[in-house]
C-alpha cells in the first residue's frame, strides 16, 4: 500500500461530520438532560422530552457509525505521514491523542446507549461526568496541535484534513 500525502475525501468528509456531530452532541445536551431529570424525579417524560432525548440519542450512534467507517476507512487507505519538522515527543504524543479520540468517540455512544436504552445509570455517570470532560480534554488538544502545526511548524497537517 503506498502511503497517502493527504486524507482522501471520504475521510475528510467523515472527520469534519463526525466533529460537526460531536459538537452538536455537547453542546446541545440539554434534551437528554431534561429527560434525564425527568425519569430520575417521576419516573416518566413528555413526549417532547423523550423527542429531544432521542435526537441526542440518534445522533450519538451516527457518531459510533461513523467513526467506525473512518477506522475501516484508515485501515484501508492509510493515513500520511507524521510531519518531520514535529518533535518525536509531539508525534507520540499525537499518535497517543489519537487512539484515545478514537476510543472515546467509541465509549461515549455505548456507554449513553447502556444508559438511555439499557437503563445502566452507572454508564450515564460515566458517559456524562468523565468521558465528556475527558472529550473535551482531548478536542482542545486536537485543536491545539493543528493550530501548532499551522503557525509555529508551518506544517501542511491542517490542510491534509481540509483541503487535501
Do not use: C
Not at 48 to 61: F, R, T
Amino acid at each position: 500500500m503506498n502511503t497517502p500525502v493527504a486524507f482522501s475525501l471520504p475521510q475528510r468528509v467523515l472527520h469534519w461530520l463526525t466533529a460537526g456531530l460531536v459538537f452538536f452532541n455537547l453542546l446541545i445536551p440539554d434534551g437528554m438532560e431534561e429527560w434525564n431529570r425527568s425519569i430520575k424525579r417521576t419516573g416518566s417524560a413528555t413526549a417532547d422530552q423523550v423527542g429531544s432525548a432521542n435526537i441526542h440519542a440518534y445522533v450519538g450512534i451516527t457518531i459510533l457509525i461513523l467513526v467506525v467507517l473512518r477506522l475501516v476507512l484508515r485501515f484501508i487507505q492509510g493515513v500520511p505521514p507524521s510531519s518531520p519538522l514535529e518533535p518525536a515527543i509531539f508525534r507520540a504524543v499525537a499518535k497517543i491523542a489519537h487512539v484515545l479520540l478514537y476510543g472515546l468517540l467509541i465509549a461515549m455512544p455505548v456507554t449513553g446507549m447502556a444508559a438511555y436504552y439499557l437503563g445502566y445509570d452507572g454508564a450515564g455517570d460515566v458517559h456524562a461526568d468523565i468521558l465528556k470532560v475527558a472529550l473535551w480534554a482531548l478536542i482542545a488538544g486536537h485543536v491545539l496541535g493543528a493550530l501548532t502545526h499551522q503557525f509555529y511548524w508551518k506544517t501542511n497537517v491542517l490542510r491534509r484534513m481540509t483541503a487535501g
